[in-house]
T-cell receptor
């Protein structure tokens, strides 16, 4: 596709439920990143994939958060037992995969936990 | 730990004015710095990427400079227009193994007609 796409654009769920957020990177981009942005803040790093493997998951806040990228393209961010504090915009980005490359961002998924 | 600060947090200017947005970072060991624009309720649009070996980058009315040794970058917008109204974010990619970007909180720019 022309850019990074994310689905759904909005997700409303109840506390304690499980959610999955999907990211489809730019074709040919080997690196994929997840960030989380709270209101009035800059994005905060969650996890980074190079190919199929998670190269850096140091930003995941706890073990309720998990992400996969089984074929090295589409990625899914999974959140178990959602809490109200998980409400935020979840942003995905991709790049060509070397240190010097730009990251290109998708439109984000706005998650609201009631 | 890398920290990025953007000043001011908000800026309001009349149309046509030239303006400067500031970004500072605490650890000068970076690979590059990226400036983004974010419209309300939208994702981030990449504006300019400056590698650590570069001093500046230009795109149209935008010019970004980098002074790595002092930990500073500026985004200069010439002849501002109402369509430039958005939040501008800077982010750095630090040396040391991780490919993540560390962001500032952004500067919210309003250009008044």
């Amino acid at each position: 596709g022309a850019g990074v796409s994310q689905t759904p654009s909005n997700k409303v769920t109840e506390k304690g439920k499980y959610v999955e957020l999907r990211c489809d990177p730019i074709s040919g981009h080997t690196a994929l990143y997840w960030y989380r942005q709270s209101l009035g803040q800059g994005p905060e790093f969650l996890i980074y994939f190079q190919g199929t493997g998670a190269a850096d998951d140091s930003g995941l806040p706890n073990d309720r958060f998990f992400a996969v990228r089984p074929e090295g393209s589409v990625s899914t961010l999974k959140i178990q037992r959602t809490e109200r504090g998980d409400s935020a915009v979840y942003l995905c980005a991709s790049s060509l995969g070397t240190t010097y490359n730009e990251q290109f961002f998708g439109p984000g998924t706005r998650l609201t936990v009631l | 730990k890398q920290e990025v600060t953007q000043i001011p947090a908000a800026l309001s200017v009349p149309e046509g004015e030239n303006l400067v947005l500031n970004c500072s970072f605490t650890d000068s060991a970076i690979y590059n710095l990226q400036w983004f624009r974010q419209d309300p309720g939208k994702g981030l649009t990449s504006l300019l990427l400056i590698q650590s070996s570069q001093r500046e980058q230009t795109s149209g009315r935008l010019n970004a400079s980098l002074d790595k040794s002092s930990g500073r970058s500026t985004l200069y917008i010439a002849a501002s227009q109402p369509g430039d109204s958005a939040t501008y974010l800077c982010a750095v990619r630090s040396r040391g193994g991780s490919e993540k970007l560390v962001f500032g909180k952004g500067t919210k720019l309003t250009v008044n007609p």
